[in-house]
């Protein structure tokens, strides 16, 4: 079978290394699926953005194929790219987020079709479209995936529809997403079944930041400044990690599993929170230890109880959750860079599914793979 691989996010972006294959990057953002694209062997030559940050950040990490723009006005000039291996990209995805309105009106969620107008254009030997694994599972949805389904099969297009979680391939986050993968000329997709592979040990939030200190260190930058206050009516889970014991959406983060999904929305009251003690002192938990308190009938605390270390992750930790590579220059302010890195595919993600995408290209056969196969692969790794 193919071998296992985990995505190296200390290692820069190496654009100049020899690609075999061709590739157009739609809704690119900061680049995180072109990273990992990049990295399995892919060349983009043309890249596109809305987010002039983002774009501005595409430029300094990737190159300077990076078109700003609105990608209805840019549609006629793909046809230069006729033929390329692969089309691949993220349309936005708010208008189908369940974080958001699941809006089928918003004009955002039919950036879907000009996704697919650009294969129309470009007919390229496949193409890689990802979005939140919303629109690929509720039934709301149903009319969007057929209208896919249907315009993808016109065009001549073998299809599937996978679900993928960023935590099964090494990324140290868990971040559910949808991916809708089409071929002009392949003997077998089998996508899901080739994916397995490329499965890796999962990686724990300390296992990926324990490394960097508290914040404020050198290798830890300043977070941002939105403070942390307690809930005075706390939403208690089961889990310390579940539940509302702070105000605002970010919520602690368990060191011991991959982290939740990191939002775009990140920056403000929405940042993920995390205990420098815990990640970096005695490994005391403050936030399991109230907890606690209140499981066992404690009065909430007041507002501004929490401790100095109760604190949001800082950028460095919301690059190294999310597999961008180490000195990634992100242009533009703190909640620019938290609002690219939360809109972007990670890149380590990105990294294995573009693999599989060129195992279909190179019609190599699907490996076999069952459940001991993997285990013993991962324990291996692990």
């Known amino acids: 079978m193919n071998p296992v691989i985990q995505f190296d996010s200390t290692k820069k972006t190496n654009t100049s290394k020899a690609s075999l294959f061709s590739a157009v990057s739609l809704f690119s953002g900061a680049g995180g699926m072109d990273v990992g694209f990049i990295d399995a062997g892919f060349q983009v030559e043309w890249a596109n953005d809305?987010?002039?940050?983002?774009?501005?950040?595409?430029?300094?990490?990737?190159?300077?194929?990076?078109?700003?723009?609105?990608?209805?006005?840019?549609?006629?000039?793909?046809?230069?790219?006729?033929?390329?291996?692969?089309?691949?990209?993220?349309?936005?995805?708010?208008?189908?987020?369940?974080?958001?309105?699941?809006?089928?009106?918003?004009?955002?969620?039919?950036?879907?079709?000009?996704?697919?107008?650009?294969?129309?254009?470009?007919?390229?030997?496949?193409?890689?479209?990802?979005?939140?694994?919303?629109?690929?599972?509720?039934?709301?949805?149903?009319?969007?995936?057929?209208?896919?389904?249907?315009?993808?099969?016109?065009?001549?297009?073998?299809?599937?529809?996978?679900?993928?979680?960023?935590?099964?391939?090494?990324?140290?986050?868990?971040?559910?997403?949808?991916?809708?993968?089409g071929y002009l000329n392949a003997k077998s997709l089998n996508f899901e079944a080739r994916a397995r592979a490329y499965f890796a040990p999962?990686?724990?939030?300390?296992?990926?930041?324990?490394?960097?200190?508290?914040?404020?260190?050198?290798?830890?930058?300043?977070?941002?400044?939105?403070?942390v206050t307690l809930a005075a009516n706390p939403v208690m889970r089961r889990s310390p990690y579940a539940g509302m014991l702070f105000n605002g959406a970010g919520r602690p983060i368990n060191p011991n599993v991959p982290c939740a999904t990191l939002p775009a929305s990140m920056g403000g009251n929405k940042t993920p929170i995390i205990d420098d003690r815990h990640y970096y002192g005695d490994g005391h938990s403050w936030v399991e230890e109230y907890h606690e308190h209140l499981m066992s009938g404690g009065t909430p605390y007041g507002m501004h109880d929490t401790p100095e270390s109760i604190r949001r992750i800082t950028l460095e930790e919301a690059r190294i959750l999310h597999t961008f590579p180490k000195d990634y220059d992100f242009s533009g302010g703190m909640s620019a860079t938290y609002r690219q890195i939360g809109n972007a595919v990670p890149c380590g993600l990105a990294n294995a599914v573009a693999r599989v995408a060129i195992d279909v290209l190179e019609n190599r056969d699907v490996p076999e793979i069952d459940e001991g196969q993997l285990s013993l692969a991962l324990a291996a790794r692990g």
Do not use: W
């Not at 078109?67 to 006629?76: A, F, P, T």
């Not at 993220?90 to 987020?97: A, E, K, L, V």
């Not at 007919?123 to 694994?133: A, D, L, Q």
């Not at 999962?202 to 403070?227: D, E, F, M, R, Y």
């Open 50 to 181: 809305f987010d002039k940050a983002a774009a501005e950040t595409y430029r300094r990490n990737i190159g300077d194929h990076m078109v700003h723009g609105d990608i209805n006005e840019y549609l006629d000039d793909l046809q230069k790219y006729s033929g390329v291996d692969c089309l691949f990209g993220g349309p936005p995805c708010q208008g189908f987020s369940v974080a958001g309105k699941m809006d089928l009106d918003d004009p955002r969620s039919q950036l879907v079709k000009s996704f697919m107008q650009a294969v129309e254009i470009v007919r390229p030997r496949c193409f890689v479209m990802e979005n939140v694994k919303a629109l690929g599972s509720l039934s709301k949805f149903k009319s969007v995936r057929d209208e896919l389904r249907s315009y993808a099969d016109r065009l001549g297009y073998q299809t599937e529809l996978l679900m993928f979680n960023a935590k099964d391939f090494g990324v140290p986050q868990a971040r559910a997403r949808v991916f809708f993968v």
């Open 202 to 227: 999962q990686v724990s939030t300390i296992q990926a930041i324990g490394h960097l200190g508290p914040q404020g260190s050198v290798t830890n930058p300043q977070t941002c400044k939105a403070v």
